[in-house]
Each structure stands twice: as C-alpha cells, then as structure tokens.
C-alpha cells in the first residue's frame, strides 16, 4: 500500500493526468499530419490523451513487423487498428520518432 500510495502521490505532484492530456493532442496533431500525407492507408485517427487508433484503409499484415524492424513496438486489432498506448513519461522528441517511423513503414 506504501508503493501505491507514493506512486499515486508523484502522479499528482508531477500532474501526469495533464501532462497525458496535453502530450496526447500533440500526438493526435502529428497523427493528422500523417493521415494527411497518407489519405489512402489511413482511414481515421482516434483517442483520447495518450490511448490512441489508428484506423488503416485496408489490413496491412506487414506493418507490426515493419515497425518492430525499426524499433517501435505496435499492435494490430480488429485486423486493421493500430493501438498505441504509450507511456505516461514519453516526451515530444519520442513521439516525433514513433510518427517517423510510421510513416517510413507506411510508405514502404
């Protein structure tokens, strides 16, 4: 009970909650970007702070091993979303990489 009691303490202290919020429009912004680049492979972008889809026109079975290639772990359900939920501590600089590598995967 200590463990969790001071976990949630730095959480508050460190306002994690709006830190999410505000890292996860940031996210979605650069997710536009990409839907734009790519309106054929990606059908739509949706989440809410940090627990983010990506919905893609068409399965793509390649991609997850694609981008585990170049180091970024995602996850494929429903055969054609793309589920990131990311740490609570990712930084803009981390979130530019995984947008990079998407779209390096993507246009592959």
Known sequence: ???????????????????????????????????????????????????????????NSDLVAKCLAKGLIINVTAGKVIRLVPPLIINKEEIDKVCAILAECLGA
Do not use: N, T
């Open 1 to 59: 009970c200590a463990v969790a009691l001071a976990v949630l303490d730095f959480m508050q202290s460190e306002h994690m909650a709006d830190q999410a919020a505000k890292k996860g429009i940031y996210f979605m912004q650069k997710l536009h970007e990409l839907k734009a680049q790519y309106p054929e492979l990606i059908a739509d972008v949706r989440g809410r702070g940090l627990i983010i889809g990506i919905e893609l026109a068409a399965p």
